[in-house]
């Protein structure tokens, strides 16, 4: 018998006919964060979840990768599932090549089952340092997964609000991994782009292995406009964060979707019109290309040229 699962109150759904994008995207895009939920009477949801979402599966990603122009896409394990990867192991076996994975393991992982992910296509692991989201475990814990991991070539993918770097900076630049930091390290856009807050997260980026997600304007913007109804410019409130990255890396800075955008509260943004964000932030074509395309093969598809 399949498990039944009712949404969280106030989940919205993705979008269900995003538009096509007028920025057309270079061949060989990829979509470096993305992830998929269920469908939830073939892969359930983790017991210890603090959501509930949507079904989102593997189906519906691709379908959306081949409207918005997109060529591959990372697929970064959502918390929902907790670190039950076969969702998210599914659609990357399933891509045909297309597809790497992002993986949440436990401490206790065999080098087998590390091995095992390996050869599905998986490349990185993901710490999650949102209270709301997970329970974060122990430091000594995830160093432990990053040691594990390292021998594989993997990377570790974290997320973390802005005021916690403080604290994590000694910590993530510990790790004998490279660093794929998740939405910018979602800075107060509120707040200048030559804030002391944002100026840590970059000097921090310097410092370290790190690439940077320019993605998520939708998450982090106060003062939009949304990316809806035909909207060619939306989020001008995060433009000027996500441009100083291009800028400042252009050769670690990665971009996603985020669909299907898990836990948006304000509004679900039409994914064609997120497209035509990109060029506000990497003006250049050879900004966007370094963005869409050299950077994210050279992290997921080494080797394998552009």
């Known amino acids: 018998m399949s ?7 106030g989940w919205l759904d993705w979008h269900p006919d995003p538009s096509r994008p007028a920025f057309t995207l270079p061949p060989g895009t990829v979509d470096a964060h993305c992830h998929v939920f269920g469908p939830g009477d073939t892969f359930p949801y983790a017991p210890e979840r603090k959501y509930t979402p949507c079904d989102a599966g593997r189906e519906q990603l691709f379908a959306l990768r081949d409207r918005l122009g997109v060529s591959r896409n990372v697929i970064v394990q959502a918390t929902c599932h907790g670190a039950d990867n076969s969702a998210m192991v599914d659609a990357v076996r399933a891509s045909g090549g297309r597809a790497r994975g992002v993986a949440t393991v436990r401490p206790g992982i065999t080098g087998a089952e590390l091995r095992e992910l390996d050869a599905a296509g998986v490349r990185g ?17 995830l160093a432990a997964v990053a040691k594990k991991i390292a021998p594989l070539g993997w990377h570790v993918v974290v997320y973390f609000e802005a005021g916690d770097l403080e604290e994590l900076e000694g910590f993530l630049g510990s790790l004998p991994t490279p660093l794929v930091v998740d939405h910018m390290g979602r800075p107060d856009v509120t707040r200048p782009v030559g804030d002391p807050e944002f100026t840590r997260f970059l000097r921090f980026t ?7 997600k320019v993605s998520c304007p939708e ?5 939009g406009p949304a990316a809806l109804d035909g909207q060619r410019h939306p989020y001008t409130d995060v433009v000027p964060f996500a441009r100083r990255v291009v800028e400042e890396f252009p050769e670690s800075v990665l971009w996603g979707t985020d669909w299907p955008h898990p836990n948006l509260t304000g509004h679900m943004p039409d994914d064609g019109l997120l497209v035509d964000y990109v060029p506000h932030v990497a003006v250049t074509p050879a900004q966007q290309h370094r963005l869409l395309v050299e950077n994210p093969m050279r992290l997921y598809w080494p080797g394998e040229g552009v």
């Open 125 to 141: 692991v993901r710490f999650n340092f949102l209270r709301r989201l997970v329970d974060t475990a122990p430091k000594d814990e």
């Open 219 to 223: 998450r982090l913007s106060v003062t």
């Open 206 to 212: 310097e410092r370290n292995d790190v690439w940077v």
């Open 3 to 9: 498990e039944r699962f009712t949404k969280s109150p």
